[in-house]
Nanobody, 114 residues
Framework: QVQLVESGGGLVQPGGSLKLSCAATGIMFNIYTMAWYRQAPGKQRELVATITSAGTYTNYADSVKGRFTISRDNVKNTVYLQMNSLKPEDTAVYYC???????WGKGTLVTVSS
């Protein structure tokens, strides 16, 4: 059974940083592209970042380029999202996903507010 467990969310002031983690079990983690999505209140879920299986290639939504960094540890079966220079519009529930599969975690809430 595939499980994705996100952690690391919380309340942070504008300009601050957070690092999200997503631990995966039940899959051959090192063969899949992984992704982070987010869903803000009243909005559709949007793709934030992806990382290929070996971590060679990454892609980002324009709204987070230069501020967020996706990475992974294939020994720990974990994908990360380092978020810097956070803005109030980054407030959302953040989910990790096995790209192309309907495997989702329960999400972790990030709130950016003063």
């Amino acid at each position: 059974q595939v499980q994705l467990v996100e952690s690391g969310g919380g309340l942070v002031q504008p300009g601050g940083s957070l690092k999200l983690s997503c631990a995966a079990t039940g899959i051959m983690f090192n063969i899949y592209t992984m992704a982070w999505y987010r869903q803000a209140p009243g909005k559709q879920r949007e793709l934030v970042a992806t990382i290929t299986s070996a971590g060679t290639y990454t892609n980002y939504a324009d709204s987070v380029k230069g501020r967020f960094t996706i990475s992974r540890d294939n020994v720990k079966n974990t994908v990360y999202l380092q978020m810097n220079s956070l803005k109030p519009e980054d407030t959302a529930v953040y989910y990790c996903n096995v790209k192309g599969k309907e495997y989702w975690g329960k999400g972790t809430l990030v709130t950016v507010s003063s």
